[in-house]
């Protein structure tokens, strides 16, 4: 079946409320808290939040296959609470399955990383919390080393959402799915807007690619901004210069140079 432009949109429109532009942020953990939560035991808690490791996988599996748009960052995920009120204090992790289990150490920040475990593959393991289903969120989080923290390179956006798509697709509808891949997928489709979420309320958002500027736009409560990913006119080493509310004086005092090696047009 042919879809014209107009027709995917409103298809989109009415049947895409997707996850992936539903995601709120929320405080990390204590900074000042033990750099590893203990790791205790989650079968006392009842309705835990699972996602298969499998799944998972394939979140390593996009990290490889697209590398390029962040070749000098490495593969972490990161846990975010549901609700912004909520903490990620006491929270552990495990791959479990029968007779299996599994530490995943979890940093203060939320942060953990995942390697390939012949034997939790084999059991068709499960990566697990110690708190109740939903939650908490994960997202992956590709930074380039050497960026001040208010800045975000466009290629490590890229490869997020080519992350996050790879683990979470097979959640949509077939229908919701189907329309995504028809749109050209999340991360390559000016139909799609994927916002990011920061953890304070943002005042503006400036990309830079060499001399060229162009303002992102944020979503209406501040604490989300939807950069061009789709957009083959700004380079994978365009860089994002976040202006937060209550320090926009020190955030947007100077804009970001160019990271070495980027184009300059």
């Known amino acids: 079946m042919h879809f014209s432009r107009f027709s995917l949109l409103a298809a989109l429109c009415t049947c895409l409320l997707p996850a992936m532009a539903q995601e709120q942020s929320a405080a990390p953990g204590d900074p000042a808290s033990q750099e590893m939560q203990q790791i205790v035991d989650v079968q006392s808690t009842r309705d835990p939040d699972l996602r298969p490791y499998r799944t998972m996988l394939r979140g390593l599996d996009a990290y490889a296959d697209h590398q390029r748009l962040a070749p000098g960052a490495p593969l972490r995920f990161m846990l975010i609470p549901a609700t912004p009120k909520a903490r990620l204090d006491g929270v552990t992790l495990h791959l479990s399955a029968d007779n299996l289990s599994i530490p995943v150490p979890l940093a203060a920040d939320g942060g953990f990383t995942l390697t390939r475990d012949k034997t939790a593959y084999d059991a068709n393991a499960d990566l697990v919390s110690n708190k109740k289903r939903a939650t908490l969120r994960w997202r992956a989080d590709i930074h380039t080393p050497g960026l001040p923290q208010n800045v975000r390179r466009l290629g490590d956006l890229r490869l997020e959402c080519e992350i996050r798509w790879a683990v979470?697709?097979?959640?949509?509808?077939?229908?919701?799915?189907?329309?995504?891949?028809?749109?050209?997928?999340?991360c390559h489709s000016s139909l799609i807007h994927v916002p990011y979420p920061v953890f304070r309320k943002l005042l503006a958002v400036q990309a830079r690619s060499g001399e060229r500027t162009m303002d992102i736009r944020v979503t209406e409560d501040r604490q989300r901004y939807v950069p061009p990913l789709h957009d083959g006119n700004w380079d994978d080493n365009t860089l994002l210069t976040l202006t937060y509310a209550e320090d926009g004086n020190v955030a947007g005092a100077a804009p970001a140079a160019p990271m070495k090696g980027a184009l300059v047009q």
């Open 168 to 186: 979470e697709q097979d959640e949509l509808s077939f229908v919701r799915r189907n329309l995504f891949r028809l749109a050209g997928g999340p």
